[in-house]
T-cell receptor
Framework: DQQVKQNSPSLSVQEGRISILNCDYTNSMFDYFLWYKKYPAEGPTFLISISSIKDKNEDGRFTVFLNKSAKHLSLHIVPSQPGDSAVYFCAANAGGTSYGKLTFGQGTILTVHP | DVKVTQSSRYLVKRTGEKVFLECVQDMDHENMFWYRQDPGLGLRLIYFSYDVKMKEKGDIPEGYSVSREKKERFSLILESASTNQTSMYLC???????????FGQGTRLTVV
């Protein structure tokens, strides 16, 4: 039972354009959402997060949007740069006594072409 | 900066061997986790620990065990390695009051 889904395995974008990565979830107990970026042969690095009490969070070129009614979140990268090429994972946490456990999506491979 | 260090980047083991993967974090985090990453499946939680000597099963604990004797160290044990345990193993840690986990560099384990 995949509680967090990234339905696009890959995304290809031209440098300078916007990249939009999408994520859907099914568990209504999730109240905190995160995006991680992963390069090959390295561990994931935390990118940006959003609490369920917000619908938008921005950090430089990265913005995460949360639509609770649709159980959908998205990550916008503007402008996209070749160094953004990596695998992006969305993750969700249920808070409470979940002890920081994260449930991850399958990942989306982003390729930014020069 | 938080540092999570895994003892090996690459490991090759034989079927049936007992395998130990070690992880150390230097930020006094309460929570520690072991995930495995497989293509098309994302990261899946194997085991986690929220305190010394405490452990909880994640989503895919079969064939694995863990040990946390000290707060900074969390070990993953493959009791009898099998080829379907060939994977990238990722250790992570987080403070008790935050869900943003910090990951180690990963261990690519191949079981032949």
């Amino acid at each position: 039972d995949q509680q967090v889904k990234q339905n696009s395995p890959s995304l290809s974008v031209q440098e300078g354009r916007i990249s939009i990565l999408n994520c859907d979830y099914t568990n209504s107990m999730f109240d905190y959402f995160l995006w991680y970026k992963k390069y090959p042969a390295e561990g994931p690095t935390f990118l940006i997060s959003i609490s369920s009490i917000k619908d938008k969070n921005e950090d430089g070129r990265f913005t995460v949007f949360l639509n609770k009614s649709a159980k959908h979140l998205s990550l916008h990268i503007v402008p996209s740069q070749p160094g953004d090429s990596a695998v992006y994972f969305c993750a969700a946490n249920a808070g409470g006594t979940s002890y920081g456990k994260l449930t991850f999506g399958q990942g989306t491979i982003l390729t930014v072409h020069p | 900066d938080v540092k999570v260090t895994q003892s090996s980047r690459y490991l090759v083991k034989r079927t049936g061997e007992k395998v130990f993967l070690e992880c150390v974090q230097d930020m006094d985090h309460e929570n520690m986790f072991w995930y495995r990453q497989d293509p098309g499946l994302g990261l899946r939680l194997i085991y986690f620990s929220y305190d010394v000597k405490m452990k909880e099963k994640g989503d895919i604990p079969e064939g694995y065990s863990v040990s946390r004797e000290k707060k900074e160290r969390f070990s993953l044990i493959l009791e009898s390695a099998s080829t379907n345990q060939t994977s990238m193993y990722l250790c992570a840690s987080s403070p008790a009051d935050r869900a943003a986990a910090f990951f180690g560099q990963g261990t690519r384990l191949t079981v032949v």
